[in-house]
């Protein structure tokens, strides 16, 4: 299935949440790390809490919000089997805490940072995830 | 209250630059990754976007003494390049290349009550419990 290239759409966007992680770290000190700041919002009950539990809310009010303002509604087209889903749930949640960040903490966050360690994690993660989607689309098979 | 204010606000902006962005559609992150077939390169223009707003913000807050609600930046520290950062890393890339999700986006479909990205969700809390719940054990266990 083909995606629309949407350059100006994609890089907007990614001005907003520039702006975000801006505003959090102006506001808070914190990095906007979606991994962290879920994880820790699981974890434990601290002086992080009511600012993770207020940043949260604020995640869970985009799309509604967004929706509702655009008369739009966001396309969500899941193609994998749900089998497939939990199981990359299960990686996404351990290989992001497991490896202290995500698409916002390493990616976009730690590159802002210019942290080596952030950009080689990216780097990581982008080569890892190029290569489970050449193996499943192209050398299995599939969609 | 103004300070909760804030992170929710981050957080809001965030969500919304994941919606305006096309991050929260699955399909579209599994074609960015897909680079010898339906390649949609739209995310590498979040990430510009994204990068483009906070690296030269991060480096004006970097001068400034503190944020406005807490006593200090928590500013991360790390620079060492070690195993559980790549280990983390690679499994996290393929989770999101099997999904099409990473930690954002699942957390900011969740009120359109899809119940797959739901499951998902489920699976990641677990993931990063688990995670969490193993660097426990490495940090008490005497080395």
Known sequence: MSTEFTPFASFLGGMFIGLAALILMAAHGRIAGISGIVSGWLTQYDDKTRVNTAFLVGILLGLPLFASVTEQTPVIDIDSSLTAMLIAGLMVGYGTVHGSGCTSGHGVCGISRVSARSLIATATFLLSGTVMIFISRHLVGGT | ?143
């Open chain 2, 1 to 143: 209250m103004t300070n909760l204010l804030s992170a929710a606000t981050s957080g809001l902006l965030f969500s919304i630059g994941l919606t305006v962005s096309g991050m929260i559609n699955p399909a579209k992150v599994k074609n960015f990754l897909d680079v010898a077939g339906h390649w949609d390169p739209s995310l590498a223009f979040v990430m510009a976007g994204a990068i483009l707003v906070t690296l030269p913000g991060y480096a004006l807050l970097k001068k400034s003494s503190k944020p406005w609600f807490a006593p200090t930046f928590s500013w991360p520290t790390r620079q060492d390049v070690d195993a559980p950062l790549l280990t983390g890393a690679v499994l996290f890339g393929i989770g999101w290349a099997l999904s099409g999700l990473c930690p954002g986006p699942a957390i900011a479909v969740l009120p359109t009550a899809n119940p797959t990205v739901a499951g998902f969700a489920v699976t990641m809390a677990l993931g990063m419990l688990i995670a969490h719940r193993q660097s426990r054990l490495n940090e008490t266990i005497p080395r």
